[in-house]
């Protein structure tokens, strides 16, 4: 993950959830979903294994030490990922930019990589998507009616 300015107290808009996807290449009307489907307002949820997903983008604790390699501790990325929703969005557009391009078990699934996002876990990766799915929808909708969609 390359720089992103960081901001304390900073909400998760629409505007940078987008402005994420664009920059990490994946769908905005997806990264959207997952933003709400996750809530989109808890700061720390403990899970039953015992990690805990942070921020926004309900981002699991394991990919915490993901930005070690250029120098940022997973304190501080925890930091983020509680006090800056923009933030928290672009980890999100991020992660889920690595699920759809990893060759999932050879899976060409594009839903299956998305769910991946949540859990690789067959039965749980079916279950995301079922509310991944519609909420996709609806969001496509939105930015359909609400954003220029230029196709190149």
Same mark, same amino acid.
């Given at each position: 993950?390359?720089? /992103?300015?960081?901001? =304390? ?9 987008? =402005? ?14 997952? !933003? ?13 294994? &015992?990690?805990?997903? #942070?921020?926004? &983008?309900?981002?699991?604790? #394991?990919? !915490?030490?993901? !930005? ?14 509680? +006090?800056? &929703?923009? *933030? ?17 078990? &050879? ?9 991946? *996002? ?9 279950? *995301? ?12 909708? /939105? !930015?359909?009616? +609400? ?6």
């Amino acid at each position: 993950m390359d720089y /992103y300015p960081v901001q =304390d107290s900073r909400p998760a808009t629409v505007q940078c959830a987008v =402005d994420s996807a664009v920059r990490r290449n994946v769908p905005a009307n997806v990264l959207l979903a997952i !933003l709400e489907w996750e809530n989109g307002h808890k700061k720390v949820l403990q899970n039953p294994n &015992g990690t805990v997903d #942070i921020g926004q &983008g309900g981002i699991n604790s #394991i990919h !915490l030490k993901e !930005l070690h390699h250029i120098g940022v501790s997973a304190n501080v990325v925890a930091y983020f990922l509680k +006090n800056d &929703g923009c *933030y928290s969005a672009d980890f999100s557009a991020y992660l889920l930019q690595k699920r759809l391009t990893e060759a999932r078990n &050879g899976n060409p699934d594009f839903w299956t990589r998305v769910a991946s *996002y949540h859990s690789k876990t067959p039965s749980l990766n079916v279950a *995301y998507q079922q509310n991944i799915r519609p909420l996709a929808s609806k969001w496509a909708g /939105y !930015l359909a009616r +609400n954003y220029t969609v230029k196709d190149y």
